[in-house]
């Protein structure tokens, strides 16, 4: 059964199945819990999946880097500061609008605007939830990316840094959206 989606039609159909996903686990207040998401995580889109502890609104990392993820940029992040992925002048908004998404909570759906190793911009449609992380005042959160195939690059180009995040809309989890970032 599919759960009704805040999208529009022409959103790729892994971002709304990947949405369907997390609206279909069973949440502890808005949220789904964590363990909840990783005890069922689908295994088809789990390779682009990253998942974010959050302890506080500038300290963010990285706690799962999907593996084609890893694949594609050729970098594994896991246990990284998130800092490694944003370019300096988006991470203070990167930072505010993830704060928002995990205190509220809200989800958003975006498009990054990544810089690759052969300095073309490459466009990455994400959505981005918040879950229960159950560890004492932190909290996860989680994003779910579509990269360019690789036969779009050039030979031995790779997704390098996040340059730019276009919000297309936030997502009302039951709380609201914020009114600002």
Same mark, same amino acid.
């Given at each position: 059964?599919?759960?009704?989606?805040p999208?529009?039609?022409?959103?790729?159909?892994?971002?709304?199945?990947?949405?369907?996903?997390?609206?279909?686990?069973?949440?502890?207040?808005? @949220?789904?819990?964590?363990?909840?998401?990783?005890?069922?995580? =689908?295994?088809?889109l789990?390779?682009?999946?990253v998942?974010?502890?959050?302890?506080? =609104?500038?300290?963010?990392?990285?706690?799962?880097?999907?593996?084609?993820?890893?694949?594609?940029?050729?970098?594994?992040?896991?246990?990284k500061?998130?800092?490694?992925?944003?370019?300096?002048?988006?991470?203070?908004?990167?930072?505010?609008?993830?704060?928002?998404?995990?205190?509220?909570?809200?989800?958003?759906?975006?498009?990054?605007?990544?810089?690759?190793?052969?300095?073309? @911009? #490459?466009?990455?449609?994400?959505?981005?939830?918040?879950?229960?992380?159950?560890?004492?005042?932190?909290?996860?959160? @989680?994003?779910?990316?579509?990269?360019?195939?690789?036969?779009?690059?050039?030979?031995?180009?790779?997704?390098?840094?996040?340059?730019?995040?276009?919000? #297309?809309?936030?997502?009302?989890?039951?709380?609201g959206?914020?009114?600002?970032?």
């Open positions: 059964m599919t759960v009704p989606t999208f529009a039609p022409n959103t790729p159909d892994d971002i709304l199945e990947f949405y369907d996903h997390w609206a279909s686990l069973p949440k502890r207040g808005l @949220m789904p819990h964590l363990s909840d998401y990783l005890d069922r995580a =689908p295994a088809r789990q390779p682009n999946v998942i974010i502890d959050v302890s506080s =609104p500038d300290e963010m990392i990285i706690r799962l880097f999907g593996t084609n993820i890893v694949d594609i940029s050729g970098r594994e992040l896991t246990t500061s998130l800092h490694s992925v944003f370019a300096p002048q988006i991470w203070p908004d990167s930072c505010k609008r993830i704060w928002k998404a995990v205190t509220q909570p809200a989800g958003y759906y975006c498009i990054r605007g990544v810089r690759s190793s052969g300095d073309r @911009m #490459l466009h990455s449609p994400s959505v981005c939830l918040p879950v229960a992380s159950g560890t004492g005042g932190r909290y996860c959160f @989680m994003s779910y990316s579509i990269f360019p195939a690789a036969s779009t690059m050039m030979l031995d180009e790779r997704p390098d840094i996040v340059l730019s995040l276009e919000l #297309l809309h936030w997502i009302d989890i039951g709380a959206v914020p009114k600002d970032i």
